[in-house]
């Protein structure tokens, strides 16, 4: 098995550095559910509102990073991945640079940095290593990179991606969210936990 990960909102948790931020340029009233998508959707009602959703996002992406945390349940999850020689690697669309925003800021730098202070590539930590780590450019060249390196499985948090043609048909799709998805073939899991359990459980039994 060769398994890819997304890493924004898969591996990394912004729900609360989005809302504090948000409410702090008094784009969401205080009080609204801390979550992602809510947040992006109340936002994209605004006027400009796609135009401000990107600018947020650059924030966080770059000088709000720090407030960003791991998810509940990817450590036992990549600790069991390791047990069973699975093999992981990141593969996310991530720019260098923001089209919008006002900091200059290398988004791929900030991504690391944050984990190297999340442990990612320490032995009593994650595990990984830092050539297993793929940046793209355009979600084209993530599907790419997907296919070049003979992934089996793909954990996303967007059904975008698995909606592409390009998408490999041998590679088996799940998709991390708390939504139903329309896609065919998808498995859909809410948590950590859950995705463990699909992976690790039954070998249990």
């Known amino acids: 098995m060769i398994l890819g990960i997304d890493f924004d909102n898969t591996l990394v948790n912004y729900d609360n550095v989005l809302y504090e931020r948000a409410l702090q340029s008094g784009l969401i009233p205080s009080g609204a559910q801390r979550d992602k998508k809510n947040i992006r959707d109340k936002i994209r009602r605004l006027p400009d509102g796609e135009i401000k959703w990107q600018k947020l996002q650059a ?5 709000g990073m720090n407030g960003s945390l791991l998810f509940e349940g990817v450590k036992p999850f990549l600790d069991a991945c390791r047990g069973a020689a699975i093999s992981v690697f990141i593969i996310s669309h991530k720019t260098e640079f923001a089209s919008l925003g006002d900091e200059r800021v290398n988004f791929r730098d900030t991504a690391i940095g944050w984990m190297k202070r999340n442990q990612f590539f ?4 994650l595990g990984l290593s830092l050539d297993k780590i793929y940046f ?8 790419e990179r997907i296919k070049q390196l003979g992934c089996t499985h793909f954990i996303d948090d967007l059904e975008e991606t698995f909606s592409e043609d390009s998408f490999p048909t041998n590679v088996e799709r799940i998709l991390y969210t708390k939504e139903r998805s329309q896609i065919k073939d998808v498995k859909t899991f809410a948590s950590w936990k859950e995705i463990y359990e699909y992976f690790f459980a039954k070998k249990r039994e």
Do not use: A, P, V, W
């Not at 320490?122 to 930590?125: E, I, N």
């Not at 793209?136 to 599907?143: D, L």
């Open 136 to 143: 793209e450019s355009t979600r084209q060249e993530k599907i």
């Open 59 to 63: 924030f966080i992406y770059g000088k």
């Open 122 to 125: 320490d032995k009593d930590g």
